[in-house]
């Protein structure tokens, strides 16, 4: 089996998910994994779809055939993950631009792995600013302490908690 990483974007409407659905289905395609949203007017997503190698052409074919979206297909490759290294936690702290970049050298400054990252502006009347919310899974080296992490990540200002998810 093949696994086939799919980026996608189009103006939004309904029934992409459901003529995506029907492709990836009727060229015997296995739908795996996803992230589809609602941005700014567009659908954009990413999909992981697992076929048989004959399969491929034919789902790569009929995938390009659909007009709304703009879809550019990727053939995956092994990849081993160790969920026991694995640390998945939510930051939320005043919104602000740059707090992504600031996140996200820290996260690479102590050798973490960004595994999912998810993240939201929210409205926050009673604050006076809108809110920054991440919800973010990383892959820790075996050299770094998850509380080495929190710690480093909570340094960067004294509005940004970090809370750790349970199980992980």
């Not at 979206?69 to 005043?94: C, R, W, Y």
Request: proline letters at 3%.
């Amino acid at each position: 089996m093949k696994q086939l990483v799919l980026t996608l974007i189009g103006k939004d409407k309904a029934g992409l998910v459901e003529k995506l659905a029907t492709v990836v289905s009727s060229h015997n395609g296995n739908w795996m994994a996803s992230n589809l949203s609602h941005l700014a007017g567009y659908f954009a997503g990413i999909l992981q779809v697992e076929v048989a190698e004959q399969d491929v052409a034919g789902l790569t074919a009929a995938l390009q055939q659909i007009s709304d979206l703009d879809i550019q297909i990727q053939h995956g490759m092994p990849s081993a993950l160790n969920e026991q290294q694995q640390l998945k936690f939510v930051i939320t702290g005043n919104d602000r631009p740059g707090i992504v970049r600031e996140l996200s050298s820290v996260i690479k400054h102590k050798g973490t792995n960004i595994i999912h990252f998810e993240s939201s502006k929210q409205s926050a009347p009673n604050w006076g600013v809108p809110l920054f919310n991440a919800v973010a899974t990383v892959e820790l080296p075996a050299s770094v302490s998850r509380d080495e992490v929190v710690k480093a990540l909570e340094a960067i200002a004294t509005d940004i908690v970090v809370d750790v998810e349970s199980g992980s």
